[in-house]
């Protein structure tokens, strides 16, 4: 059994310290983040970093807070769609408040204003009907733009 080359063994041992570097700083950073909280539908896992504050105690004064989380409006319902989504925004989120890039006041991306107009169609369905078509939820220049005149039931009154 031949040795390997030192050149060799010391690429490699540098790159498994690299590699547990990572998982290392990964793990961490996750545990101290509350990582796993983002897993559920807990509306207090959104206020795990500051910028949320705001939206969160406008949601607890809002109209849809005895009927709605977090998750109810701003991710799909089905399953692997709504787990994308949490893993988009997770990955998303975590960068823009770590490198301390992310616009102030936050603001709701173009795919994701399609989710919460999804979800409004999906459950005031019997209200809305006459204004959709099939499919409506996810065309974005055919369907009324719900939060426009309705900002208010999610978060509150704007402040």
């Known amino acids: 059994m031949s040795k390997a080359p030192p050149r060799r063994l010391w690429i490699v041992t540098l790159l498994a310290v690299c590699i547990g570097v990572f998982a290392g700083v990964s793990a961490h950073t996750f545990v101290v983040a509350e990582g796993a909280s983002y897993m ?5 896992a959104c206020v795990n970093c500051h910028v949320m504050r705001e939206q969160y105690d406008g949601w607890q004064k ?3 807070h005895a009927h709605a989380t977090c998750n109810d409006c701003h991710t799909p319902h089905d399953f692997v769609r709504k787990y994308l989504t949490k893993l988009d925004h997770g990955w998303r989120h ?14 709701i991306t173009p795919k994701d204003l399609l989710d919460v107009r999804e979800n409004c169609i999906r459950c005031h369905a019997g209200t809305v ?25 999610g978060h509150g009154p704007p402040r």
């Open 62 to 64: 809002a109209s849809h």
């Open 40 to 44: 559920s539908d807990d509306p207090k």
């Open 94 to 107: 975590s960068k823009g408040f770590t490198l301390n890039d992310f616009h102030e006041p936050i603001r």
């Open 129 to 153: 009907s006459g204004i959709t078509h099939s499919g409506a939820a996810r065309d974005f220049e055919s369907t009324a733009d719900c939060v426009h005149c309705h900002a208010d039931v």
